[in-house]
């Protein structure tokens, strides 16, 4: 009787080591790990296109002033549009639709509008008018600043305040300062 159940055995495990593929419980638990690295990685990667998006008005926004600057060196004063600038940008993208407000003689605002407010950021330049301390009175040049909204949000970008003889700042409430 026992070589008989012995026998058996050995024929069982012959038999199911010539068996091959997965079991179902095998593939459950592959595809739940790797439904959970997906989901880890799906928002991270998301982020990072929208970071993408932004970087063209980054871009452009910083253009923008630098050519507002090279601008009132030549005529003493700020545009009000983005094509007497001759950038060769266009004013509306696919994301952003970029736009001139508040020009002053001594001011003047580059606004990006998103056209996905719940997923992009806006963005905001600012040249102005300051005076350089520590040199001859009466020497003024032209300062800059690039502010990006805190979160994606609908309605019109502001957040570039001027301050008379110091220059442009961000508003730190709802625009952080990314650099002049």
């Known amino acids: 009787m026992k070589s008989d159940f012995q026998a058996k055995f050995l ?3 012959i038999a199911k080591k010539q068996e091959k593929g997965f079991t179902l419980i095998e593939l459950l638990v592959v ?5 959970i ?3 880890i990685a799906l928002p991270s990667f998301l982020n990072q296109a929208n970071k993408a998006k932004e970087s063209e008005s980054k871009q452009y926004i910083g253009s ?5 600057q090279a601008y009132y060196l030549e005529k003493n004063t700020f545009s009000s549009d983005v094509s007497i600038l001759g950038l060769g940008i266009k004013t509306d993208t696919t994301n952003y639709t970029y736009a001139i407000n508040g020009q002053t003689s001594s001011a003047v605002t580059n606004l990006s509008y998103p056209k996905f407010t719940t997923t ?28 990006q909204s805190v979160k994606p949000a609908a309605g019109s970008p ?23």
Do not use: Y
């Open 11 to 13: 024929q069982h495990l």
């Open 31 to 35: 595809i739940i790990i790797i439904g």
């Open 37 to 39: 690295l997906s989901a």
């Open 64 to 68: 923008m002033n630098r050519s507002q």
């Open 120 to 147: 992009l950021r806006a963005h905001t330049g600012g040249v102005g008018v300051g005076f350089t301390t520590g040199t001859t009175a009466g020497e003024a040049t032209t300062l800059a600043v690039l502010c």
């Open 158 to 180: 502001a957040g570039v305040a001027f301050t008379a003889n110091v220059g442009p700042a961000c508003d730190g409430t709802n625009f952080q300062d990314l650099g002049k």
